[in-house]
């Protein structure tokens, strides 16, 4: 055990600061979520912090970490760490984003399938099993270069190309959603640099050039 020093970006009644915390715990070893979940327990439970599983498959607590995008319950914490809320989308309090685009952007443009029919192969694509680690983390949203959120009506967050190649290439999909990728605005995603993801789907390569 060691005792380190976190720097937290805080936002609430609106007002932001930086707060620097002090923690004894096992730095290289524990993880930032455990680190967040000490802080919130023994020093200041007003730090708005959101979790579900603590082990990367909830999806749930992303944040920024030294300025990228990170999950808190796969990141090893270490001294001097500044950490911040995901960036390019509105904050609640904290650490704590607004996720509520992700299910009315979903509804809105449909992004589900029609009742599917047929048989499932005996192979699945390659690239359904890779895009389908998706937890909905928003790391992608936050650390693309092209996405703005006051720009999300024209053009959409990687997530949701995520989720039209999820129904792309599902074994048992007959449409085509070529159209529905160029309606969110996956032309503005051209030239766009590999885009983050801590579950390693390739999000430029397998589920925006499929459209493109």
């Known amino acids: 055990m060691e005792t380190i020093t976190l720097t937290i970006k805080r936002n609430a009644e609106n007002k932001t600061w930086d707060e620097t915390f002090c923690v004894d715990i096992d730095s290289g070893r524990s ?31 992303g944040i920024s970490v030294n300025g990228t995008a990170r999950m808190a319950c796969m990141t090893k914490v270490k001294t001097g760490m500044t950490i911040g809320p995901l960036e390019k989308m509105p904050i609640l309090q904290d650490l704590m984003v607004d996720r509520s685009f992700v299910t009315e952007t979903i509804k809105e443009k449909k992004l589900f399938h029609q009742p599917l029919t047929g048989t499932t192969p ?87 050039d499929l459209f493109l």
Not at 42 to 61: E, F, M, N, Q, S
């Open 31 to 61: 993880t930032i979520l455990e680190a967040l979940q000490q802080i919130k327990q023994d020093v200041d439970p007003t730090l708005a912090i959101r979790y579900g599983c603590r082990y990367k498959h909830c999806g749930l607590c």
């Open 122 to 208: 005996s192979a699945i694509n390659e690239n359904y099993l890779t895009v389908s680690k998706c937890t909905d983390c928003l790391s992608c949203v936050s650390g693309s270069s092209i996405y703005y959120h006051d720009n999300r009506n024209e053009v959409a967050a990687p997530l949701f190309f995520v989720k039209l190649a999820q129904l792309q290439l599902h074994p048992l999909n007959q449409d085509d959603y070529q159209s529905k990728a160029h309606e969110l605005g996956v032309k503005a995603y051209e030239n766009s640099p590999p885009i983050p993801c801590p579950y390693g789907i390739p999000i430029k390569k397998i589920a925006i």
